[in-house]
């Protein structure tokens, strides 16, 4: 039977969404021109990412500090197979030559050189020469392909790759070059196709795709002010995770109300009563989605690893402007336009709605019979992906981050293919000026060092430059680094501190696990808490937790078994583990958020099994499509060529689709029908109805205590 009642107040009137949608145009001409500024503020640098404690960071900052220490660090490696022509090399001191009067050595630095010179390998294939280039003439992604471009002229045979520690930031910053635009567009298209395919309707769609661009563009004018006025700090990785949080969770919002806006227009004629019931409805559940992934994400701030603990604002941020605008702006929209916005499925006042068991509906009475086999079924599915984790689950080396490797990265193989010696990534070692020679012999005498070479003397330190005899980034390599910090440390006097490259690699994975040991903890800790007090249970929230992690191990190993045997990936980047699981467990939890509020809704009036039933029946569908716009939003990051963002939106994406697929639709209906109303202890719904004196007990009632027995 249809319901007309109008709430009192002046949330009817008719002014309101007039107001709410001037009050958002304004704002947005004062936050979209910020937006565009975000990315100038972003940084990439190690000395910006990882702690100021880490003894790393203390090298950069001291090296930025001291003349010519922000040089960038070249390296050319010519090689020939059957051996280097007399031609070959006076083509390569004819380069060296001309790179070094085009950029010479920084004379205030104190090297009192005549700048690089060529060196001819053992096997005589091959020639190298380093370049060390000030930062007064750009970046390395600036820099690096001028110089390959100069060294083009050269014999019909001879190869030559530039590679070096700048060479490689130069590859890896031209990966991220225009990233944000990148992933605003893909993202823009593919929820565009999968709102049309949900809706069919040639209006709707665009309704809430407009909303969710206005909040990540509100979004990313919000972390713009934030990086100023706080300093946080925002590489390109936690840029792109701000649009893909915005535009996922902001259309999953929209799906979830729309769905509830729909259900009240059958009951009321006004369309603005029609939403404030709609907001009653789906507003808390919203709310106390956001309320969990914003919880999960200021976790973060626990964190020692500077870009970890920036994600943590930067995402609460993109969430909260997610949550308002869909709030406010969008329902306010929707008012507007009214109900032709459906069209051709328009929802009309008084219609009978036929309640027809559906397809959820058909499979919450499956699962009713079958309560044992599904939630079995379920363990059983995920307990055979969480085997996965048994296959490589080791770091990922910065050579490996690129899915096709760019000449830095196969000059490293090249240059340790000839020169052994030099093959790894220099480690720097700063020490006061008297102990240099004892710090020297020190290091010569560590195992693992190839060569070390005493550098310059200036601001009260001296360096050493340091080659190991393994591949950088590797155990070998980072066992080799440890023993050279612990030999100079136990110089006493010399204040030394060892870093460089790889050392930062070693900084930033120590300190990731560290932070992994912290933040996943309180993250299960705080989202619990959360569940808690939306469902003012405790064995809910438990049992809703509890599937979370497992459905996050089976994720997980689902995804360790594609990347190393289907798609060759050589490790685990250190900071997949920590950023998945927040996300698996703060969205993932979501799902389940959205089906428990509805069933504790149901539970009221129908009993725990109907209650559960019902809720699955009247959400599976909108529940199902946020989860495939969440996980598609994710997997936009598979189609960047850095291995890192594709395990990231991989893994995000699979372990969405199975929280939303198999948790959410199966185990978590097939648990609660087994534990029964005891699935809300301690509140009141966790005890048997009491027969009212004026009639019988409920239906479902009795159906549910005849089912327990």
Not at 8 to 23: D, H, K, S, Y
Not at 396 to 418: I, N, Y
Not at 565 to 575: M, P
Request: glycine fraction near 10%; proline fraction near 6%; charge should be negative.
């Amino acid at each position: 039977m249809a319901v007309n009642t109008a709430p009192p107040g002046r949330l009817a009137g008719r002014w309101v969404p007039w107001l709410v949608i001037g009050l958002w145009m304004a704002l947005a001409a004062v936050m979209v021109p910020l937006s565009g500024k975000l990315s100038s503020v972003t940084t990439d640098r190690a000395v910006d990412t990882l702690p100021a404690s880490a003894e790393s960071t203390k090298v950069a900052v001291l090296e930025d500090s001291l003349p010519g220490g922000e040089d960038n660090t070249f390296v050319f490696v010519y090689h020939r197979a059957g051996g280097m022509t007399d031609a070959d090399r006076a083509t390569v001191e004819r380069h060296h030559d001309t790179l070094a009067k085009r950029y010479p050595p920084n004379t205030a630095a104190g090297e009192g050189d005549d700048g690089p010179t060529t060196r001819l390998s053992t096997d005589g294939e091959a020639m190298m020469f380093t370049l060390d280039v000030s930062t007064t003439y750009g970046g390395p992604e600036a820099i690096v392909g001028p110089l390959r471009d100069a060294a083009k002229d050269r014999p019909a045979g001879l190869e030559l790759d530039v590679t070096g520690p700048a060479a490689v930031d130069g590859d890896m910053d031209a990966v991220f070059d225009g990233i944000d635009l990148q992933v605003f567009l893909t993202t823009v298209i593919v929820v565009t196709v999968l709102l049309i395919l949900t809706y069919r309707s040639p209006v709707l769609w665009f309704i809430p795709l407009v909303v969710v661009g206005v909040a990540a563009l509100t979004a990313m004018a919000t972390v713009y002010l934030l990086v100023k006025g706080f300093g946080i700090v925002v590489n390109d990785q936690n840029s792109a995770l701000l649009t893909i949080l915005v535009f996922g969770v902001g259309t999953d919002y929209a799906l979830l109300l729309i769905a509830r806006y729909r259900e009240t227009l059958h009951h009321h004629e006004n369309v603005r009563v029609a939403m404030v019931h709609a907001l009653r409805g789906a507003a808390p559940a919203i709310v106390a989605s956001a309320a969990t992934v914003v919880a999960g994400l200021l976790c973060l701030l626990v964190a020692d690893l500077n870009s970890t603990s920036g994600l943590g604002p930067i995402g609460a941020a993109g969430i909260l402007c997610a949550l308002v605008a869909m709030l406010t702006l969008f329902p306010a929209v929707l008012v507007v336009l009214g109900r032709r916005i459906f069209w051709p499925a328009i929802p009309r006042f008084s219609t009978a709605v036929a309640e027809k068991p559906g397809l959820w509906g058909r499979l919450g009475a499956t699962i009713s019979r079958r309560r044992w086999v599904a939630t079995l079924g379920s363990f059983g599915i995920l307990g055979v992906l969480a085997l996965g984790l048994a296959g490589n689950t080791g770091a990922l080396r910065e050579q490996d981050q690129f899915l096709s490797a760019p000449e830095s990265v196969t000059g490293f193989t090249v240059l340790r293919q000839h020169f052994p010696e030099l093959g790894g990534q220099p480690m720097t070692v700063f020490t006061r000026p008297a102990y240099q020679e004892r710090v020297l012999a020190v290091v010569k005498d560590t195992p693992g060092v190839a060569v070390a070479v005493p550098g310059q003397t200036s601001g009260g330190w001296a360096d050493i430059s340091v080659f190991p005899t393994d591949a950088p980034d590797t155990a070998a390599e980072y066992d080799t680094i440890k023993r050279v910090r612990t030999a100079v440390h136990a110089v006493s006097g010399a204040q030394a501190i060892v870093g460089g490259p790889s050392a930062e690699n070693l900084d930033t994975e120590v300190t990731t696990s560290r932070d992994e040991k912290l933040v996943i903890p309180l993250v299960l800790a705080v989202v619990l808490i959360v569940l808690g007090l939306l469902l003012r249970a405790i064995v809910a929230p438990l049992v809703l937790m509890a599937t979370v992690i497992v459905s996050f191990a089976a994720a997980f190993g689902g995804s360790v078994f594609i990347f190393d045997t289907v798609l060759g990936f050589q490790g685990i980047d250190y900071s997949v583990p920590l950023l998945a699981f927040l996300f698996l467990v703060a969205l993932g939890v979501d799902y389940n958020i959205f089906l428990a509020s509805r069933a504790r809704e149901e539970t009221v009036r129908l009993g725990t099994r109907e209650g559960m039933l019902t809720a699955l029946s009247a959400t599976g569908g909108v529940i199902t499509s946020a989860g495939l716009v969440l996980a598609a939003t994710f997997a936009v990051l598979t189609t960047l060529p850095l291995v890192m963002l594709i395990e990231v939106g991989f893994l995000v994406a699979f372990g969405v689709l199975l929280d939303a697929l198999l948790v959410r639709s199966v185990l978590v209906p097939a648990l609660t029908l087994l534990i029964g109303r005891r699935i809300w202890w301690p509140s009141r719904l966790s005890r048997p109805a009491v027969v009212p004196p004026n009639g019988p007990r409920p239906l479902a009632d009795e159906e549910e205590l005849a089912l327990q027995r």
